[in-house]
């Protein structure tokens, strides 16, 4: 399984993104999918995941700003991030689950004005 994201990128406090997450390969289904990440200096930790049939789960102090969303048809996951805080700059890694974990290469997202 390959997965390919993107979408990172400076934006200002306050303000949102959009991550994407595509993943390929001899896929046979839909798998589950989610978002890691890790800012400097800290451990990497689960912002949000999306079962194959749609289940979310979104880490609590997150869930008023991030959600999760995946394609309906394709495995493509989605993080919509609002109101961006500084504290949320990080690389943000996609993950997906089939037989095992796989992780995409990473996105760096950096809030600053």
């Known amino acids: 399984v390959q997965l390919q994201a993107s979408g990172g990128g400076l934006v200002p406090p306050g303000g949102s993104l959009r991550l994407s997450c595509q993943a390929s390969g001899e896929i046979p289904g839909m798998i589950d999918m989610g978002w890691y990440r890790q800012a400097p200096g800290k451990e990497r930790e689960l912002v949000a995941r999306i079962s194959a049939s749609g289940s979310v789960s979104i880490l609590d102090s997150m869930k008023d700003r991030f959600d999760i969303s995946r394609d309906g048809v394709k495995n493509a996951v989605f993080l919509q991030m609002s109101s961006l805080k500084p504290e949320d700059t990080a690389v943000y890694y996609c993950?997906?689950?089939?037989?095992?974990?796989?992780w995409g290469q990473g996105t760096q997202v950096t809030v600053s004005s």
């Open positions: 993950t997906a689950i089939w037989l095992k974990m796989y």
